[in-house]
Every structure is written in C-alpha cells, then in structure tokens.
C-alpha cells in the first residue's frame, strides 16, 4: 500500500505538469489500495493566496482526483516545524545568518565565495549573541559540515530501483527558517512526509537536486525514508518550462474551452500529452 501526496503551492492557478504530477500520484496510490493526500504548501505569506487555494481544490475536482480526508495546510502545523528545528539546534547542527539576500549575491562575487554550495558561510562560526538574535532578523541555516560529519552523506533508492549516493557538494547551508517564514520546504516537506506517513513522494525531476538535503535531515532527526519517485517534466513543444510566472495555461483555462478533465488526468498516465506539449527531462 502506498500512501503519496499532491503538495502545490497555492501562489497561483494549476497548469498542465501540475496536473501531470497529481494524476501520477493518485494512480500509484490506487493502485496499490492506497491513500492520495492533499497538501496545501502556504508558508510563504508574500505570494499564497486564498483564491488559488480554492482553485485547486476546483482543478482537482475537474480532474477526477480525488484526495483521501481533509488536506493537509502547512501554515496550520508550524508548532511541528518549530519543534523540530528546536532538536536541531539542541544537537547543534544549525546556526543563525543575519545575511541580507544582497549580502550574499555580493559575498558570491568575491573569490572566496562558493557558488556551487549557494551560501559562502559568512556567518557560520560566529559566537552566538542572544540579544542580537533578539534584535536582528536573521534565518536559521543548517550547518552541513557538521549534520554530514554527523549522519553522513545520504542515499536512496527511487521507485524504478535507481539509486543515487549524495556528493558533499549536493548539501549546502540551506536555510530551514526565517522571521518571516516559520520553516523552509526543505524542513516542513520532510516533517509533514513522516508525520502523515507518506511513502512514496512523486514529484518532478526539476526538485531531485532537494532530495540529499531533505535525506539529511530525516536522518538527522530520525524519520522514516520515502521512495522517490521523480518524473520528466510537462514543457511547452520547444523545451520552455511551464511556469505561473511566465503565465503557462492553466487547468482552469482549458476547463473554460471544454476540455474533459477526467479524459485528460486518464491520458496524462498514460503519457498522452495535448497538441503544443511535451515530456522533456530535466
């Protein structure tokens, strides 16, 4: 039995490689006699809005796929995320950056900085300064050095049998909290997973490069490990991605031009895509 879960992010309408993704992971739990779960990822206050969460319960009801009990909204859960960065900081394997997102593009240009790791470190190693914690916005980074020291580098088996083993330069000091935003994807994904007992994550291939991040920390804070499974992504016949900020047609568009959601969710498995779209691989 297998237990997945749809996770988009309520900043805008569904499109095609949405739909994709949810049709993909409602056939495997069905398939199995299993559970498809519903998770309304809404941390991020700037960009979520109610309206886009009505409309994928409306998408989805078009779609034929239908969630098993009440969806599941991060920004309900955030005494769970906070608890479990409270035992990350306990075993001290995260520190706070008081790094503005200028301050790190500007750290980046300079010949010590890493690009490949996203963060250069610049306030990794500081002495720790509650009243300045207190009074500076700052986020919470993991300290990858010491959570790879500690765990080590993760791997893990995908639902066709690939496996993958993580490089160092995968892992970088990822942020897992800010003032503004109670816990990052990578933190709240992997916490949400465990406590709702998913077991098979299907997602697009664009978000693989997460996996070793989020690896580490259910090793970290001892949760059980999904199998992955990570599709081609939905492009536009050219190879451009679908993107709400490129304003991709959305599922709602194609609704309003007759189209049959059920059929479609029905092709989508099979691989089937509408004229003008394609599988395309990261």
Not at 21 to 48: K, W
Not at 62 to 74: E, F, M, N, R, S
Request: charged share 25%.
């Amino acid at each position: 039995m297998k237990v997945t879960r749809f996770a988009p992010s309520p900043s805008g309408r569904l499109h095609l490689g949405h739909a994709f993704s949810a049709a993909l992971g409602h056939a495997h739990a069905r398939a199995s006699g299993g559970f498809f779960l519903l998770r309304i990822e809404d941390l991020d206050p700037g960009r979520c809005r109610p309206e886009f969460v009505n409309g994928i319960f409306e998408d989805l009801a078009w779609l034929g796929l239908a969630h098993d009990g009440a969806p599941i909204v991060q920004s309900h859960r955030t005494d769970l995320y906070a608890a479990a960065l409270e035992r990350l900081k306990a075993d001290d394997l995260v520190y706070p950056c008081f790094c503005t997102r200028a301050d790190i593009a500007q750290s980046l240009t300079a010949p010590h900085g890493d690009a490949g790791s996203g963060y250069p470190g610049t306030c990794r190693g500081l002495p720790d300064d509650p009243a300045r914690r207190e009074n500076t916005p700052h986020s919470w980074r993991l300290d990858a050095g010491k959570a790879i020291a500690r765990a080590g580098l993760p791997r893990w088996t995908e639902e066709d049998g690939s496996g993958f083993e993580s490089r160092r330069d995968d892992i970088g000091d990822a942020i897992l909290a800010r003032k503004d935003a109670p816990s990052s994807y990578h933190l709240a994904c992997v916490v949400d997973d465990a406590d709702t007992g998913v077991t098979l994550v299907v997602r697009g291939e664009d978000l693989r490069p997460s996996t070793p991040t989020q690896r580490l920390l259910q090793l970290l804070l001892g949760l059980p490990e999904p199998t992955y499974l990570h599709h081609p992504l939905v492009t536009h016949d050219d190879g451009r991605r679908l993107a709400k900020r490129d304003l991709a047609p959305t599922l709602g568009a194609m609704r309003a031009a007759g189209a049959d959601g059920p059929l479609l969710a029905a092709d989508l498995i099979e691989g089937r895509l509408p004229l003008g779209f394609r599988l395309s691989r990261a």
